[in-house]
Structures are given as C-alpha cells and as structure tokens.
C-alpha cells in the first residue's frame, strides 16, 4: 500500500520553526491517553461507591476531572474531532460510514481531510503510538508505531511501520479461539492493544494514544442488568446474576490496564483518561435478533433445498447480502443469477405482492408483527436487491409464527439494547500527573479541546485555526511558567489518497446495524 505525500507536512515544517523559535530549557515529560468508548460518570461513580476501580479513583484524587462535552453522536465523529481539534465538517467524518462510487463504506483514515495528534507529533520529530483508534485503517506513515483498528480485519495496511517488532507482530498473530462473535472480537481487540501499550509503555514514546471500545459495546448490550431501575420490564434475579456483572468486568479491565500503565511509565508522564460520551438507560427497549430470513421463506415455499443448498430454478426468492444480525433485509426474487445488471427478475410486483401477502401472517409469540416492507433505496439496488424486508422489534420472542404454529430455526439469539446514548450524554475527563494542577477545576471541557490541551502538554504550538482552545489552566504555574502557550496560524490539511480494497466493509457494517447505528 503506497500513502500519498501529505502537503501539510510542508507547512508543519515551517510553522515549527516560527513558532518554536524561543531555545527551551528542558522538554515536558511524556503524555498517555487512554480512550475508553462509552465510559460514563454515573456508571464510574456507581462502581467508586461499591469500592471497585481503585486506579481510576486514585488518578482522580491526585488530578483534576470533568464532563467531556461530545461534538456528536457518533463516535468515529467524536473521537476524530479529539484527535484533530476542529469539527466535523472541516475534518471530514461525519458519521460512521462514508458514500463512495460503490455504495456505502465505513470511515477510514483517507476520509479525513486534517492532521490528527499523531501526525503533528510526527511531524515534530516526537515518537507516537497509535493503538486502535477509531478510523485508524490503513495506517498512516508516523514516527513511531500504529495499530489500526482493523487489525483483525484486513490483510494489508492493518499496521505501521510493515517490519513492526516481531515480539508485537507475535502478539498480533496469535490465535484466540474464543473470538466467535463480533462482540468477542472488540473484546479481543481491546486485549490485544492494552497488551501492546504496556508493552510501549516503558520505551521511549512522548505520546501513547490507547483506545478500548469493549465498555461501550457491553453498556448497549447490559445496561439494563447494571442499572435496571427505570425499565418498564422488571429484570428477574437470575438474569441480574448472570448478566449485572458484565459492565462492571469491563470497567474493572480498563482499570486494571491504566494501574499498569501508570506503574510502567516514565515518572514524569502525564496521564489523560477520557471517554466520547456517557450512557443511559433507552427509553424503550431494542433487540439484535439473529433472524434466520431464508428459514421463513423456506417455509413460506418460496425457497427450495437440495441438500440443504438451495435450489437456484425451483427457489422464487432468498436473501441477499443480508447475514442473519441485520434488521434491514435485501431479498432477490428468481432467477438469482443475471447475465447483466439491466436484467430484471421473473414478475417482480407479482412475487413481491404474495411474498408481503405471508409474511404479513408471520408474528412473534404474542401475536405483534414480525416484518414491515418499504422500497428500496439506490445503494440496495445497486446491490442487488429486488424488495427490502425490516424485523420489527416490538414483541420479540424466541420464535416466530405462522398462524399460531411456530417456524423451526428462523431465530437464534436475540440480544438486548437497553443502554444509549446521545449528543447530549456527556464523556468522561481526567487528567493527572507531575505538571496537572490537583486544585484546577475545569467543570466541563469540549471533545475540541482534546487537541489542544495534549499538544501544548506536549510543548508543541496550538494552531489558531483550531475549534478547540488548550485548557492550560489544568497545569501547574511551574510549568506554564516554564512553557509559555505558543501559537501557529494552521498544522495544515491532508492530501486526498485512495482507500485501498477492504475485505471487511460488509462485516464493519453488518456490526453497526445490528448495534442500531445504522438502518
């Protein structure tokens, strides 16, 4: 994979010169960023009252915290705005998909048009670490070292420098047999990039960048059993057995990885713990339903097997694209196969008509409706969809029904979505460490500020055309005495490069309808 030349690393050259012109004594200390997805005060605080994270607890006792305003709702939005200082429409990435020429994508690098922290470091000659940063693939050229954050996903472009360490390429490489769900590979993920950053914790890095998405993924998935106070269904003893824990093991393994972090970094690194927004409970409870679409028509008789293939003359309809977790369902009528894109299936109204007319009599247990219809939208033509089938949420149980009798195997597991969040569900703060003022207190602080604030913690310049100020207040006075707030007019844009092929687009996507992301 070859990455374009960046045109912004010509302005950085001379905006650093002019704006770092004045001879400094000594450079501050390092900085750790670690990133948790979804981290929430109230959850946080819940858990200091239970006497549980004792690290984070510590941190805040010796530093300063705050709410952390999001920019968005999205978190590839979010967590790009920290990275780079200025909004969503100036950095690119505005949601978690991009349109491209082929239909729709999940966010990569390429789609973001400025310098993130990791670049501008670079580019002052300071050595990074970039580990599973939302929109990270495929990695940037740095002075250091990054992971993307499909690194269990793509075969090229996964991480930078090629000839990484081969004790860190080891890590990469090993297998984990328990990796059997999307859920476990964010988790695995998540494993792995702690392992690493401890790893680099000790070396010589200035700036170490450590994203974990999995308390995210278990707050949508459990929130209910963590805080199941407000939800219209009572949550029975068993389930708050087997599932309230699941939230709190997550938080105790963020915990568990900044306590480590801390004892093996230098002692004069500055530590930041940040989220891109909290978690609450939905206002009304969503599923991801493993429904198995191909089983219903089978039944219906509009698909036919032999063998347990199907049948490509007999069938008169199938899915298509469409992996059992998502909500949104393309279904292709007969033939199945065409020579050109301009070929049209056999009757389409007619077979649509009759396939609406059945699936309308299929329920779930208490007799709510299983399916509604609507047209299809151009990217699902292009993809090769004839009728658009949406599972409804409302009465979901462990199967489906056709008048009162009911289907084998149409749905496997079903999970809940009981936690959310929105633009307006505030992040976590902190900051400690030798140069962080403990008697600051900064109350709230925008996600725009993050740039800012790391780079002048860095002792390098705050571009003027930031979104973002540096909260320099959160410092010392020793060490704004010592590192006077240098300003630069711009650290400039990105070239445009081509994304290279993925082989994991669909499955990204898959991941974000079936968490309710996207429709």
């Given at each position: 994979?070859?990455?374009?030349?960046?045109?912004?690393?010509?302005?950085?050259?001379?905006?650093?010169l002019?704006?770092?012109?004045?001879?400094?004594?000594?450079?501050?200390?390092?900085v750790?960023?670690?990133?948790?997805?979804?981290?929430?005060?109230?959850?946080?605080?819940?858990?200091?009252s239970?006497?549980?994270?004792?690290?984070?607890?510590?941190?805040?006792?010796?530093?300063?915290?705050?709410?952390?305003?999001?920019v968005?709702?999205?978190?590839?939005?979010?967590?790009?705005s920290?990275?780079?200082?200025?909004?969503?429409?100036r950095?690119?990435?505005?949601?978690?998909?991009?349109?491209?020429?082929?239909g729709?994508?999940?966010?990569?690098?390429?789609?973001?048009?400025?310098?993130?922290?990791?670049?501008?470091?670079?580019?002052?000659?300071l050595?990074?670490?970039?580990?599973?940063?939302?929109?990270?693939?495929?990695?940037?050229?740095?002075?250091?070292?990054?992971?993307?954050?499909?690194?269990?996903?793509?075969?090229?472009g996964?991480?930078?420098?090629?000839?990484?360490?081969?004790?860190?390429?080891?890590?990469?490489?090993?297998?984990?047999?328990?990796?059997?769900?999307?859920?476990?590979?964010?988790?695995?993920?998540?494993?792995?990039?702690?392992?690493?950053g401890?790893?680099?914790?000790?070396?010589?890095?200035?700036?170490?960048?450590?994203?974990?998405?999995?308390?995210?993924?278990?707050?949508?998935?459990?929130?209910?059993?963590?805080?199941?106070?407000?939800?219209?269904?009572?949550?029975?003893?068993?389930?708050?057995?087997?599932?309230?824990?699941r939230?709190?093991?997550?938080?105790?393994?963020?915990?568990?990885?900044?306590g480590?972090?801390?004892?093996?970094a230098?002692?004069?690194?500055?530590?930041?713990?940040?989220?891109?927004?909290?978690?609450?409970?939905?206002?009304?409870?969503?599923?991801?339903?493993q429904?198995?679409?191909?089983?219903?028509?089978?039944?219906?008789?509009?698909?036919?097997?032999d063998?347990e293939?199907?049948?490509?003359?007999?069938?008169?309809?199938?899915?298509?694209?469409?992996?059992?977790?998502?909500?949104?369902?393309?279904?292709?009528?007969?033939?199945?196969?065409?020579?050109?894109?301009?070929?049209r299936?056999?009757?389409?109204?007619?077979?649509?008509h009759?396939?609406?007319?059945?699936?309308?009599?299929?329920?779930?247990?208490?007799?709510?409706?299983?399916?509604?219809?609507?047209?299809?939208?151009?990217?699902?033509?292009?993809?090769?969809g004839?009728m658009?089938?949406?599972?409804?949420?409302?009465?979901?149980?462990?199967?489906?029904?056709?008048?009162?009798?009911p289907?084998?195997?149409?749905?496997?597991?079903i999970?809940?979505?009981?936690?959310?969040?929105?633009?307006?569900?505030?992040?976590?703060?902190?900051?400690?460490?030798?140069?962080?003022?403990?008697?600051?207190?900064?109350?709230?602080?925008?996600?725009?500020?993050?740039?800012?604030?790391?780079?002048?913690?860095?002792g390098?310049?705050?571009a003027?055309?930031?979104?973002?100020?540096?909260?320099?207040?959160?410092?010392?006075?020793?060490?704004?005495?010592?590192?006077?707030?240098?300003?630069?007019?711009?650290?400039?844009?990105m070239?445009?490069?081509?994304?290279?092929?993925?082989?994991?687009?669909?499955?990204?996507?898959?991941?974000?309808?079936?968490?309710?992301?996207?429709?």
């Open positions: 994979m070859t990455l374009g030349v960046h045109r912004w690393q010509v302005i950085v050259a001379l905006v650093l002019a704006g770092c012109s004045e001879p400094r004594s000594t450079s501050p200390g390092p750790v960023l670690l990133g948790v997805d979804g981290g929430s005060w109230n959850a946080i605080r819940e858990l200091w239970r006497g549980q994270l004792p690290h984070l607890a510590t941190l805040a006792e010796r530093g300063v915290s705050a709410q952390l305003q999001p968005a709702h999205a978190s590839p939005v979010i967590w790009t920290i990275a780079t200082g200025v909004e969503p429409s950095h690119g990435i505005q949601g978690f998909t991009v349109r491209t020429p082929s729709e994508a999940p966010v990569s690098s390429v789609d973001r048009r400025v310098p993130a922290l990791w670049n501008m470091a670079s580019a002052a000659q050595r990074v670490a970039l580990l599973g940063w939302w929109a990270s693939w495929p990695a940037e050229t740095v002075n250091g070292i990054i992971v993307s954050d499909r690194i269990f996903r793509e075969n090229k996964r991480f930078y420098p090629p000839d990484l360490d081969p004790t860190l390429l080891t890590e990469i490489s090993r297998p984990d047999a328990t990796a059997q769900s999307a859920d476990d590979v964010v988790t695995r993920g998540d494993r792995l990039m702690a392992s690493i401890l790893q680099l914790a000790s070396e010589d890095f200035d700036l170490i960048m450590l994203y974990l998405r999995t308390v995210d993924i278990e707050s949508h998935h459990h929130w209910k059993y963590f805080r199941p106070q407000g939800f219209e269904t009572e949550v029975d003893e068993l389930s708050l057995q087997r599932l309230g824990t939230i709190p093991d997550a938080y105790a393994e963020v915990d568990d990885v900044l480590a972090l801390v004892a093996r230098p002692s004069n690194t500055n530590f930041f713990v940040l989220s891109d927004h909290g978690f609450q409970a939905s206002k009304s409870e969503r599923y991801r339903i429904l198995h679409l191909d089983r219903v028509l089978e039944h219906l008789g509009f698909l036919v097997r063998d293939r199907i049948d490509p003359v007999e069938s008169t309809a199938r899915t298509w694209g469409s992996p059992p977790f998502t909500r949104t369902k393309l279904v292709r009528f007969h033939p199945f196969e065409r020579p050109d894109e301009d070929a299936p056999d009757d389409p109204a007619a077979t649509r009759r396939l609406e007319a059945d699936l309308e009599r299929i329920t779930y247990e208490d007799g709510s409706p299983a399916f509604r219809f609507r047209d299809l939208e151009a990217n699902e033509r292009s993809r090769g004839d658009v089938v949406i599972v409804r949420y409302q009465g979901v149980s462990p199967a489906l029904y056709l008048d009162g009798q289907i084998p195997g149409a749905i496997g597991r999970e809940e979505i009981s936690g959310t969040h929105s633009k307006s569900t505030e992040g976590v703060f902190l900051a400690a460490g030798p140069d962080i003022d403990p008697t600051a207190d900064p109350v709230k602080i925008h996600s725009l500020d993050i740039a800012p604030t790391l780079l002048y913690a860095l390098l310049p705050v003027e055309d930031f979104d973002g100020r540096a909260r320099t207040e959160i410092f010392r006075q020793q060490f704004r005495d010592r590192f006077p707030l240098h300003k630069i007019p711009t650290w400039g844009v070239e445009a490069r081509d994304s290279p092929d993925s082989q994991s687009d669909e499955q990204l996507l898959e991941e974000l309808r079936a968490l309710g992301y996207l429709n």
